[in-house]
Structure formats: structure tokens, C-alpha cells
């Protein structure tokens, strides 16, 4: 697969992207979208192709050597998985880039309870009644069984012009959800989508903070056919590896567990107006791995098994002006002691020329040519995960100071 080109003006997408429906292994339904790249997908199933003579059987070496040409023929997967309190639309530019100047099929979606994955949302229920009835009515071809109809798509909400009237009340409100069910139900149920959708596909793993925390906890099932891991700031919690430790440890165990008695979920947009809302139990799990030095491993130490089986290759950069935590990620990336891995410090301003990056800006628009155009292109197409300097020669070559 070879990337296309790019031009300067934006261009529309070749496949609008759509919206998906992803079921979690508990049955809660997530908001996804599907981003598709121009020109063909390949998603054929690799065929073996034996020795000439048939009495001396393949090794295992012999058969990946074989089917190599196949599979790096196939469409690679793309799973963007989000920061806490981040919805998938944040992502969108990145997705974008990835489909249509890589070639790349990806999939991002929100974690229960945040963006459009929250609690009892009806339109998600009615798309996923609606696809079920496309399969029923696609396997029951020929035979005498009837598909049931979709139900009727919800009614419009139309607000009431009486003064009078109580607000809305927050669906999050006694909405029971953790972080580690994002880990253990929402992940697992977005791999099976893609497995079920895209049985033969590599896949490349895309972490922004928590999502990369919780990728090494899925069992290997899941992610069989998991190629490489592209984490980005996903640093530690632990409020002794903060920035500013003390206002992280008043943040977490005194101000905030306040608010959320208070409003009964945690008002991100209300207090910081550059966070979602979560549900009261997830920063209840963001709070209690900051206590522990190991993180999530710390407070979920029945994950390190699978931590220690994890053997897929893993590229991680961070970033020395991170709001949060600006040296962490090299601890995260010891979790996973037995696997490939690579962790990379970039400092915007001597490295890359620019102003700020910071936690949450590698996915802004103004590093397409300094950091995608290079480190993603470089790990997700080549597989190498560039080291610091060769990231600011390419960056410096390519442009002039940039500002986000």
C-alpha cells in the first residue's frame, strides 16, 4: 500500500464518513464512526500457497514468509481510542488523514457515557435495530423466517416554552460506569467489531491517553490481529508524576470528589469547559490509579498478566510541555516490559519549531506536517518508529515556525 499525495486546499472525502454502531461485551451500545479511504479496500482472506512438492510440509517461518506479500496487500485497520473525556469527533482531521492520504480504513467511537454513548440513547437503539433487521433479512433469504421491522426512529425533542419547566436531567446521573469498563467491555466490543467486519485486516492502534492505558489489559483474543501500537501521551496519573503534584492531589481527593456528590457525575464541561461530562465512577477510577505509583496496574493489579503477555509492537511519543505529565510515559511504557517498544520525548520548541503541543494538540490540524507527515507515515506505513532527531530534521526540512 502507498500513500497518496496531498495537496494543499482540504479535499472532500472520497467516502463521507458514517456512523457505526458498536455493541460492548455487556450489550451497551457505543457511538462509532467509519472512516473509509478512496480507490479499492482489500480485505481478502490470504491464501497459503503450498511447495511444489506436496510430501514436504511448510514450517512456520516458511508460511509467514509466504503469506507476507498477501497480508501487506490488505487494508490496514486504524482503532483511534480517546483521551478521558474526550469525544471521538475530536479526532476527526486525524481520522481524515489517515483514510484518505493513507489509505488507511479507521474507526473511532466514544466510551460509554461520554459524547453519543451515553445511557439509553434511543436513536443508537433504533440504528442498531435497523442493522440487525438488514442481517436477519439477509440470512433469512429463501427460508420461512420473517425479520422483525426496526422500531420507529425516536421523536424529535422539542423544548417546552414554559418558564416553568424543570431542566433535562443529566443522563449521566446514577449512570453506574468506570474506566475499567471502558477497558474490559467498550475496547474489547470495539475490536470485535472490527474482527467481524474486517476478519483478515492487520490492525494499528491508535492510544491518546487512557486508551493506551488500557490496551495491554485485552486479551489476546481480541487483538490477534493487532499489527503495531501508536500510543501518544499516554504518560502517568500517579499524582506524584503531575506537573503540579500538589494541585493534582487537592484536584483529586478533595475538590472533586465534592463536585461529584454534588451533581452526581463529573460537570467537565460546566467546570473546565474543555472537558466532557463524565460519569461519576470514571473519574472515581482516574482518581483511585493516581494513587499508585504503577497506575492503572496499581489499582487493577489483575491486569498484569495480560500486560506481561502483550508482545505487540509499541511506538510512544510525549511531549515536554504537557499540561498533565511531561516525563511519565517512559513508567507507562515499563508496564509492557516484553514486547518491541519505543518511547520518544519531543520538545515542540527545539525540536519541531513550534509554539505548543502540549497533551491534547499532536491531533490538531497545524502538526499534519511536522509530526503525521512524519512519525504517523514513518510507524504506520513503514513500521519505523523515527527517533527524536531524525523527527526534527524531518520536521525543520519541511517547514517554517508554526504556532498552535
Known amino acids: 500500500m502507498t500513500s497518496t499525495p496531498s495537496s494543499s486546499s482540504e479535499k472532500k472525502p472520497a467516502h463521507e464518513p458514517q456512523p457505526i454502531v458498536i455493541t460492548a461485551l455487556d450489550g451497551f451500545l457505543l ?4 472512516f473509509l479511504p478512496p480507490g479499492p479496500i482489500n480485505t481478502s482472506a490470504p491464501k497459503t500457497k503450498g511447495p511444489s512438492s506436496t510430501t514436504t510440509p511448510l514450517s512456520d517461518l516458511s508460511v509467514g514468509a509466504t503469506l507476507k506479500p498477501e497480508v501487506d496487500a490488505l487494508t490496514r485497520v486504524v482503532i483511534i481510542s480517546s483521551a478521558t473525556a474526550t469525544i471521538q469527533d475530536f479526532y476527526y482531521k486525524f481520522a481524515l488523514y489517515l483514510s484518505q492520504e493513507l489509505g488507511m480504513i479507521v474507526v473511532t467511537y466514544d466510551n460509554r457515557g461520554v459524547g453519543r454513548s451515553m445511557p439509553g440513547d434511543e436513536t443508537l437503539a433504533f440504528m442498531k435495530a435497523e442493522i440487525d433487521n438488514q442481517k436477519n433479512t439477509a440470512s433469512g433469504s429463501g427460508s420461512t423466517q420473517t425479520s422483525t421491522p426496526p422500531p420507529l426512529p425516536p421523536k424529535p425533542i422539542i423544548s417546552s416554552p414554559n418558564k416553568n419547566s424543570k431542566p433535562k436531567k443529566n ?3 446514577g449512570f453506574e460506569a468506570t474506566i475499567v469498563d471502558w477497558g474490559t467491555k467498550d475496547l474489547p466490543g470495539v475490536f470485535s467489531w472490527v474482527l467481524e467486519h474486517y476478519p ?7 492510544g491518546h491517553s487512557v486508551g493506551g492505558h488500557l490496551l495491554p489489559s485485552l486479551d489476546s483474543y481480541y487483538t490477534r490481529n493487532l499489527e503495531r501500537v501508536f500510543f501518544v501521551a499516554v504518560t502517568s496519573a500517579y499524582w506524584r ?9 487537592w484536584f483529586f481527593y478533595m475538590a472533586s470528589p465534592v463536585v461529584n456528590k454534588h451533581y452526581g457525575y463529573y460537570p467537565g464541561k460546566t467546570l473546565w469547559n474543555s472537558m466532557e461530562d463524565l460519569p461519576k465512577g470514571c473519574f472515581e477510577t482516574w482518581s483511585y490509579w ?3 505509583s504503577n497506575y ?15 508482545r505487540v509492537p509499541a511506538y510512544s511519543i510525549y511531549f515536554s510541555d504537557d499540561d498533565f505529565s511531561s516525563f511519565s510515559a517512559p513508567y507507562i511504557m515499563d508496564l509492557i516490559p516484553n514486547t518491541q517498544r519505543r518511547c520518544v520525548g519531543i520538545d515542540p520548541v527545539q525540536d519541531l519549531n513550534m509554539k505548543k503541543v502540549g497533551h491534547m494538540g499532536f491531533f490538531f490540524n497545524q502538526c499534519k506536517q511536522k509530526l503525521w507527515k512524519t512519525v504517523v507515515q514513518a510507524w504506520f506505513v513503514d513500521g519505523q518508529g523515527l527517533d ?3 523527527i526534527s530534521e524531518r520536521a525543520k526540512a519541511g517547514s517554517s515556525y508554526a504556532r498552535l
Request: net charge negative; proline share 11%; charged share 10%.
Open 241 to 249: 508524576h503531575m506537573n503540579s503534584p500538589l494541585f493534582m492531589y
Open 296 to 310: 492503572m496496574l496499581g489499582g487493577n493489579p489483575e491486569w498484569k498478566p495480560n500486560f506481561d503477555l502483550f
Open 171 to 173: 443522563p449521566l446521573i
Open 200 to 206: 483478515h485486516n492487520p490492525t494499528i492502534f491508535t
Open 290 to 292: 493516581g494513587s499508585f
Open 388 to 390: 527524536r532527531e531524525t
Open 31 to 34: 457511538s462509532g464512526t467509519l
